[in-house]
C-alpha cells in the first residue's frame, strides 16, 4: 500500500472508530443495576463458582458471614502446599519442575522409577519435528515471542498423525510433547527475534539428552551453552512456582472453554498463550520492570522513603509512567495478605542480590512493596490489604540471571504448559458440556431500513 493509500485508509479507519463509539457506549451503571458480574467476579470480590477441579487450588481469604477476611497466601497443587513441594527439592539438591510436572498431571507425586520414566519421556519429545525450525520458526519473525509460540502450537497441529482425538491417551501424548518442546521453541524464537530485529547473531543449539527444563532453556538462549547450577536451580524454582494456578486463572479458564467446545489440544492450549500474553496476566512481569526503570530514573534516592512513596503517588494520579494508575507487582485477585510464590521468591532474591550489584535495586522493589499499600490508602481511600505479587520479583531474578527480557512472559509459558495441559484434559474428560455464560442484551429491537431509505 503507498504512503498516500495508506493515510487515506487511516482516516477512513479513524471514521469508522467514530461510528463504532456512537454505537457501542455500555455504561458503567448498567452493570451493577443489572447485577453482572463483571470479569466473572461477585460484588464482594470474589469469584463466580463456574466449575470444579482436583489440580490446583489458591487461598487468599476465608468468607466468614458473607465477609471477606484476609489470610496469608497458599498455593497448592493437587492438594500438596506449594512451599512443601519447594522445600523438598531444595532439600535433596535437585530439580523439580518435571516432578511437579508428573503431579500436576497424574494428580499424585511420584515414585523414583516413576520420575525417571516420566524425564525420560519428556528428553525423548523434546526434538521438534524435521523442518520445524526452519518451516515455522524462522519464517514470518514475530516481534513478540509470545506470539509465536502461539503460532507455533497451533502449527504443531500440521505435523500431529492424530491431532483431533480426544481421548485420554492422545491428550497425554500430545501434552508431554508440548511440555517437552516449549523450551526449544521458546529459545529459537528469541533467537530468531534478535536476528532479525535486532540483527544480531543466531545461534541455534540442540542440547543434549538428561537436561532438565531449566538447563535445557539456559542451554539454548546462550552463545556459549553455559550456566551454573545456582543459576539453573534458581530459575527451576521459577518454573515451579508459575505451574499452576488453579482453573479460574484467565489462561487456564479460557483453556477449559475451548476444550469445553471438543476442540482439539493445540487450540486450546493457543487460545491459554494468547491470554498469558495480555499485561493484566502473564505480560505484568514486563509492566513491573518498565514501572521499576521509570522509577529507578526519575527518583534521586532510593533509600528515601518519602521520595520513593511521592513518586508512587504521581503514578497512581496517572502523572507519571504509562499514565495506567497501576502500581504493578502489588494485588492479586485472590491473594490478600501475602503471594506465596512472591515470599518464596523474594527470600531467593535477596540471596543473589546480595552476591551481585542488585541489592540496592532489590531494595528499592522492598520499599515499593512497604510502601504501596499506605499510598494507596491515602490515594484511594482503600483499606484493604494490598500484597506484592509473583511479579514484583520475578523479573529482578530473571534479569540478575541474565535473562533476556524477551523472554520474561515465555518463561512463564513454559511453566505453566503443564498447568493447561491438566486443565485442558481435565474439562475434556469430566466437563461433559459446553461453557456458555449468559450476556443481556441491551439493543433495542429496531426495524430493518432499506439500503435507499437510509441517511
Known sequence: MSELNAAKSNLVIASLCEEFKKNNHIPAEAYSRLNVCRGLRNADGTGVLSGLTQIGN?????????????????????????????????????????????????????????????????????????????????????????????????????????????????????????????????????????HYFEHKSMYLHIPPAGLSTAETLLYCIRKDKKYTQEEARLLDLCLILHAEHGGGNNSAFSCRVLSSSGTDTYSAIGAALGSLKGPLHGGANLRVCNMLADIEANVSNWKDDEEVANYLRRIIRREVGDQSGKIYGMGHAIYTLSDPRAVLLKDYARNLAKKTDFIERFELIEAVERLTPQVFLEEKGNNKPLCANVDLYSGLIYEMLNIPKDLYTPIFAIARMVGWCAHRIEEATTGGRIIRPAYKSLSPVSEYIPLSDRK
Open 58 to 194: 489458591v487461598r487468599g481469604y476465608t468468607m466468614i458471614d458473607n465477609e471477606r477476611h484476609p489470610l496469608e497466601g497458599e498455593l497448592f497443587y493437587r492438594g500438596i502446599n506449594v512451599k512443601d513441594l519447594v522445600h523438598g527439592v531444595l532439600a535433596d539438591n535437585r530439580f523439580g519442575y518435571e516432578e511437579v510436572a508428573y503431579l500436576i498431571l497424574f494428580g499424585q507425586l511420584p515414585t523414583r522409577e516413576q520420575l525417571d520414566i516420566f524425564q525420560n519421556l519428556l528428553h525423548e519429545h523434546r526434538e521438534l519435528p524435521k523442518n520445524f525450525t526452519e518451516d515455522m520458526i524462522i519464517k514470518a519473525p514475530s516481534s513478540n515471542i509470545m506470539n509465536k509460540l502461539a503460532r507455533s502450537v497451533l502449527v504443531m497441529y500440521s505435523y500431529d498423525d492424530d491431532p483431533d482425538d480426544c481421548s485420554l491417551e492422545n491428550m497425554l501424548r500430545q501434552s508431554i510433547a508440548l511440555i517437552a518442546q516449549m523450551p526449544i521453541i521458546a529459545a529459537q524464537a528469541y533467537q530468531v527475534k534478535r
